[in-house]
């Protein structure tokens, strides 16, 4: 699969999938804004984006297939946010991130700490929560929520560790 060096890469930072993209009903988005179109690094990796696709860490180019039934990779905007979902194996993994200025790209995700599985098992909803094992091992979450639910999940801040980018170019 095309994505699968991103996914391999991105989900050992990441413990929640989803069961469609998120949020919900938010605007999709054909291409990254332009003001983060660029090359971007942090200390250990490097962020290429261009108009409507990027490589992230030397790995293979994804291109924006939110046009495309079904899609595989898809950005939507809610608020100050972006959220980049990326389906691998039927699963929605969710990179939540924000930009500062034209310099700066914070990407969020959640890591299973301790504090995450309390947001999670003691959501006061009826969210639908599924536990994922592989190989007879807890693995991640896979999460059902409502928007309202989801915008929930951002504000208990589920996605709380981040990786930061700043542009060299």
Known sequence: MKIFVLIFTLQSCSSVTFTTHQPENAQVLKEFPAKIQGIFTN????LI????SFIYNGGEMISLSGDITPPDVVLKKMDNWYFLNIRDEGEWWIYPFQISGNNRITVF?????????RIIEEFDED???????KEGKFHHYLLNPTQSQFKKILKK??????????RIR
């Open 157 to 166: 801040k589920l996605f709380s560790e981040n990786l930061i980018f700043t």
């Open 43 to 46: 200390s250990e990796d490097t």
């Open 109 to 117: 995700y959640s890591n299973m700490e301790e504090n995450e599985q």
């Open 127 to 133: 969210l639908k929560v599924q536990k994922v094992f």
């Open 49 to 52: 984006v261009e108009q409507t």
